[in-house]
C-alpha cells in the first residue's frame, strides 16, 4: 500500500538531505522524552519481578541484588539506544503545520512515499536496515504507541519496557500523528560494512556478508561516538515534492532545487499553515490534545 510520508526540517539542513542521503539519527540523542526509553519509575514497575529473580539466585530483596538487577535492566536499555539509528517519517494526507512546528521550525519538508523512499536508496544498502516483520511493507516499522506504562503483572510491564527500548512503541502519542520509522543498528553495519560504531565490533570470518557500501557516511565525532549517518538516497526518486513553509526561504531552495535537477518547491499557503488536516481532526476534541500535553522536541535530530 502506497503511503504518503512527510519529513520537516529546518532550511539549513535540506542541502544535506538531498546530497549526503536519508538522514538517521542516534536513539539516545533523541530529545523526545516519548521516545523509547527506561525510566527509574519504570524500573520500579518490575519491582515484584525482580525480587523473585534475586530470591532464584539465593540473595534476600535487601542486600543489593534487586538494585544490581534494575541497574543492569536500565544500562541494557542505554546501550540499546547508543547502537540504534531511526529516519522518522510522518504519514498525512496533506502538510500538516502541527507537525512542520515540532520537527522543522516552520522550515521545509520533504513530500515521498514509502515505495519512493525505497527505491531512492541503493539495494545494497538497504541491507543495513532492520527488516519489519510482520510489518506490510518492510522494512518500515510503523510507530506503535502505548498510553502509559501499565504493570497488572510483571510480565506484562517488562515487556512493556523492552518494546519500548527497540525502539518501535512510544509512550503516548498525539492524535494527529503517525510515524514510520527505518531502523539500522550498528551491529549490522559493523558485519555488513567491517566499521566499528559506537561499540558495535565487526565479525571476522564474515566476509561473505560485506556489502559495498559506497553511499553509507558514517560521521565520527571527536569522542568517538556516532551521533548520526546518512544513506544516499537518489535525491529526484526520493522526493515527489519539496516544500517551503516561508516566502523568504523559497528563493534559496529553489536554487538548490534546480542545480540537483529537481521540480521547483511548492510554496505552503497561510489557509494550509491553518488547517486542519482532514485525516486527523476526526481525532480530536476542540483542538486539544486527547493526551498529555506537547513536549518540543529537538530539531537538532536532523544535524
Same mark, same amino acid.
Given at each position: 500500500?502506497?503511503?504518503?510520508? !512527510? ?29 523509547? &526509553?527506561?525510566? %527509574? ?29 534494575? @541497574? *543492569? ?6 546501550? /540499546? ?5 531511526? @529516519?522518522?517519517? &510522518?504519514?498525512? /494526507?496533506?502538510?500538516?503545520? #502541527?507537525?512542520?512546528?515540532? !520537527? ?11 515505495? #519512493? ?8 544498502? *538497504?541491507?543495513? =536496515? ?14 506503535? !504507541?502505548?498510553? #502509559? =506504562? =501499565? +504493570? ?32 539500522? $543498528?550498528? @551491529? ?15 565479525? &571476522?570470518?564474515? $566476509? ?14 571527536? $569522542? ?29 531552495? +529553489?536554487?538548490?532545487?534546480? %542545480? *540537483?535537477?529537481?521540480? /521547483? ?5 497561510? +489557509?494550509?499553515?491553518?488547517? #486542519?488536516?482532514? $485525516? ?9 490534545? *486527547?493526551?498529555?500535553?506537547? &513536549?518540543?522536541? @529537538? +530539531?537538532?535530530?536532523?544535524?
Amino acid at each position: 500500500m502506497i503511503k504518503a510520508l !512527510y519529513n520537516y526540517m529546518r532550511v539549513q539542513h535540506l542541502e544535506t538531505w538531498l546530497t549526503k542521503g536519508v538522514y538517521f539519527g542516534l536513539a539516545c540523542c533523541f530529545d523526545d522524552q516519548r521516545e523509547g &526509553h527506561l525510566t %527509574r519509575q519504570a524500573v520500579n514497575a518490575l519491582v515484584e519481578d525482580m525480587a523473585r529473580e534475586a530470591h532464584c539466585l539465593g540473595n534476600g530483596p535487601d542486600d543489593g541484588t534487586l538494585a544490581r538487577v534494575g @541497574s *543492569l535492566t536500565h544500562r541494557m536499555a542505554l546501550a /540499546s539506544k547508543r547502537q540504534t539509528f531511526i @529516519s522518522c517519517w &510522518h504519514e498525512n /494526507s496533506a502538510f500538516s503545520p #502541527r507537525m512542520s512546528a515540532m !520537527y522543522g521550525e516552520g522550515g521545509v519538508y520533504i513530500k515521498t512515499s514509502n515505495d #519512493r523512499l525505497i527505491r531512492s536508496i541503493r539495494r545494497e544498502l *538497504l541491507m543495513l =536496515l532492520d527488516p519489519a516483520d510482520g510489518e506490510q511493507d518492510p522494512p518500515f516499522f510503523e510507530a506503535r !504507541y502505548i498510553p #502509559r =506504562l =501499565l +504493570a497488572p503483572e510483571a510480565i506484562k510491564a517488562r515487556m512493556d519496557l523492552l518494546s519500548l527500548v527497540f525502539h518501535k512503541n512510544k509512550r503516548t502519542r498525539w492524535e494527529f500523528q503517525r510515524e514510520h520509522r527505518l531502523i539500522v $543498528d550498528a @551491529s549490522q553495519i559493523a558485519v555488513r560494512t567491517g566499521i566499528e560504531v559506537n561499540g558495535a565490533q565487526a565479525v &571476522h570470518g564474515a $566476509d561473505h556478508l560485506r556489502i559495498d557500501h559506497a553511499g553509507l557516511t558514517v560521521d565520527f565525532e571527536t $569522542d568517538g561516538l556516532v551521533r548520526h549517518l546518512y544513506l544516499q538516497a537518489d535525491p529526484q526518486v526520493l522526493a515527489e515534492e519539496i516544500g517551503v513553509i516561508h516566502p523568504e526561504h523559497f528563493d534559496e531552495v +529553489a536554487s538548490l532545487c534546480g %542545480r *540537483l535537477g529537481l521540480p /521547483s518547491p511548492r510554496l505552503v499557503t497561510d +489557509a494550509e499553515k491553518l488547517q #486542519r488536516n482532514d $485525516d486527523t481532526k476526526n481525532n480530536e476534541i476542540d483542538g486539544m490534545w *486527547l493526551t498529555d500535553p506537547p &513536549h518540543k522536541v @529537538s +530539531a537538532e535530530r536532523h544535524t
